[in-house]
């Protein structure tokens, strides 16, 4: 692995870390969402409890299955957790400091550019990926 590699893949960390920090992660697209609307939770309140959900090793089975399929690098994991890890301090940091009405919409603005990314501008055709899987889904 380069170096330009390991500093893309420190920028994508530290990226995930800021909106993990700032809106939560793993099911956050989901969780936050419905702690919020249908119990009441505050947005930070939701995005706290989404973030801490994620603390405990709740998808060590769904690892393992990827890992035995060759699915995971850990390699290339152990990088963006330096930068998730840092990003996800400062995200947090920044978020706290937004008022909570900011803090939703860039939480909203963000599942909308993510569905539309989805919707209408997935390439499925891309190869020029450095991850070794890309080979393998481009021959399939």
């Given at each position: ?13 530290l990226f995930t870390g800021v909106l993990g920090g700032m809106v939560g992660v793993g ?37 393992m299955q990827y890992y035995k399929q060759g699915h995971i690098d850990f390699n290339i ?64």
């Open positions: 692995m380069d170096g330009n590699t390991i500093l893309i893949l420190l920028a994508i960390g099911g956050g697209i989901i969780l936050v969402p419905a702690l919020v609307y249908l119990l009441g939770f505050s947005q930070l309140d939701a995005q706290g409890t989404s973030l801490a959900l994620i603390m405990f090793p709740v998808g060590i089975l769904g690892v994991v152990w990088i963006l957790a330096i930068g998730f890890v840092a990003g996800s301090f400062l995200g947090s940091k920044l978020s706290l400091q937004l008022p909570q009405g900011i803090v939703r919409k860039v939480f909203a603005c963000l599942l909308i550019i993510i569905a539309m990314k989805m919707l209408f501008f997935d390439n499925q055709k891309k190869s020029n990926s450095t991850h070794p899987s890309a080979s393998k889904e481009n021959q399939s």
